[in-house]
């Protein structure tokens, strides 16, 4: 399992995705609706423990409109990265794998003491090879002009998304 080489070693590493591919994938995404649903076709059909765990309990408490947008990001981030590796060569990641990164993410957030949840993030970003999709992810969250994601589901959003990147990570065979 790659995970307990994961937990032991941070080493395994994907392609670097870049802010450029992020903002390339983001507007491929937005200017043609049948992308979408290729890609969560694809999505779901490649990596169906990453599709599931996006539509677990983890996400019952948000609004209809702040799962949308995590749907939107995370095929955001598929579709940059599967511009950069043959995804059909990735390993399948489990539920398993997404559990414990998820319980690592929020066991590193629950140790900040700070307040505004920028500066909360800060610690995500030490010694973390993909910082360009994490700040896009945090961009997402911050940056969302309607102000219609709620305080409460901005930290559980980043949270899922950076286990999932985490997870896709470690898996891509560079």
């Known amino acids: 399992m790659w995970w307990k080489y994961f937990i032991h070693s941070n080493t395994l590493s994907m392609v670097f995705i870049t802010e450029q591919q992020l903002d390339d994938a983001a507007s491929a995404i937005q200017d043609d609706e049948t992308i979408n649903e290729s890609l969560v076709t694809e999505l779901s059909e490649i990596q169906p423990a990453v599709f599931a765990f996006l539509f677990t309990e983890n996400t019952e408490l948000f609004t209809e409109y702040e799962k949308e947008y995590l749907l939107f990001i995370l095929l955001t981030l598929w579709q940059a990265i599967r511009t950069q590796i043959d995804v059909e060569d990735m390993d399948e990641i489990d539920s398993d794998e997404l559990s414990l990164a998820e319980e690592k993410n ?4 629950e140790s900040i003491t700070a307040k505004r949840f920028r500066d909360r993030l800060d610690v995500f970003f030490k010694d973390n090879k993909q910082t ?26 980043f949270v899922i998304l950076k286990s999932i990147i985490d997870c896709f990570d470690a898996c891509i065979k560079p």
């Open 106 to 109: 929020w066991e590193l957030l």
């Open 132 to 157: 360009d999709l994490l700040a896009f992810v945090e961009d997402m969250l911050l940056d969302e002009e309607d102000e219609l994601l709620t305080k409460e589901g901005r930290e559980p959003m």
